[in-house]
């Protein structure tokens, strides 16, 4: 079992200067169980087994921004099983997310609303020895308004904890 550590955004990866001027932003590592996947296949397979607790969180999320006149984003394990990442075009549903960029060593996802918008990289590199695939997922949120900001008050320690839960499933061979 791979343990997720906290680290730097991973330097000359494209998430990282989306970070200039953001009002949150984090980086989770883990050695990569499953090294031959790219970056999208990485974040489908975890998505697609997201523990029950973090997407009733997400109908949970769903159901009081509704209120507040924010999109509903549906829920993490909202992907479909038998597309191939290979398949995903820029501007399609990932998901919760939009598939902004992709390449062989990192993805982007994100979503905007009128009160924050939200970028997430998956990025695949060899650590120092180039003996092991470590796989970063950096999360930066630029906050629009003052909703954007109160929104953020119980998110970010929330996000902090699924992150890191998703980044260690990167990690294990589920």
Excluded at 115 to 139: C, Y
Excluded at 140 to 154: E, F
Aim: charged share 20%; proline share 5%.
């Amino acid at each position: 079992m791979n343990i997720p550590f906290k680290t730097a955004l991973p330097e000359n990866s494209k998430i990282e200067p989306r970070a200039l001027g953001a009002y949150f932003y984090d980086a989770w590592s883990v050695q990569a169980a499953m090294a031959d996947l790219d970056p999208l296949a990485q974040f489908i397979r975890v998505a697609k087994k997201t523990p029950s607790w973090i997407d009733l969180m997400m109908v949970l999320r769903n159901r009081l921004v509704h209120l507040l006149g924010l999109k509903n984003l549906g829920v993490l394990s909202d992907i479909d099983p038998l597309k191939p990442s290979a398949d995903y075009k820029v501007g399609e549903r990932v998901g919760i997310f939009t598939l902004l960029e992709n390449s062989e060593n990192e993805v982007l996802l994100g979503d905007e609303d009128n009160h924050l918008s939200v970028v997430v990289s998956i990025h695949k590199s060899r650590n120092a020895n180039d003996t092991e695939t470590m796989v970063t997922v950096s999360t930066v949120v630029h906050i629009k308004n003052w909703m954007g900001r109160l929104y953020m008050l119980p998110v970010a320690p929330v996000h902090r904890v699924i992150a890191k839960r998703m980044t260690g499933a990167m990690g294990n061979a589920l």
